[in-house]
């Protein structure tokens, strides 16, 4: 299935789907799951459910599954041709533009004698 025209709460669930399928091949039952990630038996519920959860319950889900390598190619910069390559070099160079100098306010000083 690709994701390419998913929402993203599609794409959220279609993981969680993922992530079920992957618990019942192991014969894991939800709480059996939530006790080995260290999570609670209703963020298991949750993510299954429709995949709302945090980043950090996706992982945990992921690696006490033994899914971690399937997050290896996630984000993989591997350019497509030589212009793809270039711009990705380029982009890695790339640092943050120097903070502009305001000037310091002036302060105008009255001065004994003078009537401003």
Partial sequence: MSFMLKLPAEIQAELG???RKHRLAQSLSQEELASMA??????????ERDGQCSMAT??????????????????????LSIA????????SKRQRAPRKRTKPAVRRVSRPGSNS
Avoid: C, N, W
């Fill in 84 to 91: 793809q390559a270039e711009r990705a070099e380029q982009a």
């Fill in 17 to 19: 789907q993922r992530l």
């Fill in 38 to 47: 260290g999570l609670s038996l209703g963020a298991v519920r949750k993510l």
């Fill in 58 to 79: 996706f992982v945990r889900a992921v690696q006490t599954l033994g899914l971690t390598q399937a997050l290896d190619p996630l984000f993989d910069s591997r350019p």
